[in-house]
Each structure stands twice: as C-alpha cells, then as structure tokens.
C-alpha cells in the first residue's frame, strides 16, 4: 500500500495533485490510498505519527498556520525512509530548503511544468520505495495486495486451521495453506518449523538455546525446530 499524504491550503491545487497521482499510478497494480489536506493540523501531525507503510508526502511551504519545511523537519525526527516531495509557488525557498538537509525528493516550482515534473516524481519515488515486489490475491471477495518485504512470518493457527500472515503492521488471517503462500511469497522466505515460514531479510538474530527468532521490528517468535534451525542459522550468518 502506497499513502501519499498532500498538504496544500489551495482547493483546486488539492484537486490537481490528486489527480496527477491517479495519471501516475494508473498503469500499475500497486494499492495506494490518498490523503488530502488544506493545512497542517491536528489530524496532519497525526498521520505523521501513524506507522503506515511507503508515505510520499507532498508539502505546500506555506500554509495559513505552518510552514511545509517545518514539517518536513518534524517528520524527518523518527522518519528517514518516507519521500518529500515540495510543491510550491515560493521559488525563493528552494535553498533555505537544501540548508536544512531534510533529504527530499522534489523542489516543485507551481509555475513550471508542475504536472509533468509531479508525475515523474511520483514514478520515482516508487522507485526509491520499492515497492513493486508486492503479492496479490483474492478471497472471499476480498482483494490483497500485500508488500512482501512487510511481511515477518506466516504460521499456522491448529484451532481455527487458517494461516496468519504476519506483517510489520497488522495480522492477516486467510483460508489459503502455508505451502500457497510460501509460493505466492518467494524465495526470501524459509521454513523454520512445520506451521512456520519467515521472511529471512527480516531476522536480525537467533537465539538458539531458547529456539527464538527475532526480527528487526523487535518482534519475536518461538517457532524454531532442531530440524530446521541450521539452514536458517547458516543463513543468516
């Protein structure tokens, strides 16, 4: 899922840009959700906040209440991977924003060719998000579009005899066994027990006595055998 979060206190620029995100996104697969803004208040920052995956945001400079650098500059505190891109009337703003090294994307001058420069930004910053390694299924009338590298673990629940799908966000119980899904998912994840495949680019560590797995979310789990421990610990190694 792509969140491209825009902040611009002009209705019809608002408009514009939500509609040159659809021209950009239109000829992939990917899920994207937009959300729209006319300044940066309480329920903006809040966002900012929010643990979502692969947020491009989209800052006006100057809004009635803030300044888009300032955010930029807020969201950077605990947030180095999500792309900025700024669009703005204010050419003049365009080196006080490279002083403040605050690792944006796009400096979008209003005035200058900002529908094609907007869509090609977009394009890129997908790119730099990584996000076409996604999968994508079907069940019970419900459309998944999952980013592969989001997910920890999938394992097996012996009582209700569904699969749960573990990602850094959220816990996705489906119908579909372990053996589809390491298949939908590839080769980045290996078996670790007989109800457990885990997605090895995420594991930082193994303790082996206590047979746990950590990943780099900080989250743990126990499924760890003697029969398969070895592959994973060369592996990781």
């Excluded at 989250?219 to 070895?230: A, M, T, W």
Aim: some cysteine.
């Amino acid at each position: 899922m792509i969140n491209f979060i825009v902040c611009d206190d002009d209705k019809y620029t608002l408009k514009k840009v939500e509609n040159l995100i659809d021209r950009a996104m239109i000829n992939n697969k990917l899920a994207y959700k937009t959300t729209l803004f006319e300044d940066y208040n309480a329920k903006f920052m809040k966002v900012i906040n929010e643990p979502l995956p692969n947020k491009v945001y989209i800052l006006d400079i100057q809004t009635p209440s803030r300044s888009g650098i300032d955010i930029a500059r807020n969201i950077r505190v605990n947030d180095i991977d999500s792309v900025i891109i700024f669009l703005t009337s204010h050419e003049e703003l365009g080196l006080t924003i490279l002083k403040n090294e605050l690792m944006f994307l796009s400096f979008i001058n209003k005035y200058d060719d900002y529908e094609n420069r907007m869509i090609k930004s977009i394009k890129k910053a997908l790119e730099m998000l990584k996000v076409k390694n996604n999968v994508r299924f079907e069940e019970s009338g419900i459309i998944y579009t999952i980013a592969i590298n989001d997910v920890l673990y999938i394992t097996r629940d012996s009582i209700e005899r569904k699969s749960i799908i573990k990602t850094v966000y959220s816990e996705i119980i489906v119908n579909k066994s372990l053996i589809e899904l390491k298949e939908l998912l590839g080769d980045s994840f290996i078996k670790t027990h007989k109800a457990c495949y885990v997605n090895i680019d995420r594991v930082v560590a193994i303790d082996k006595p206590k047979r746990i797995i950590r990943f780099n979310t900080g989250n743990e789990i126990d499924l760890l055998s003697v029969k398969y421990r070895k592959e994973l610990v060369s592996i990781i190694k």
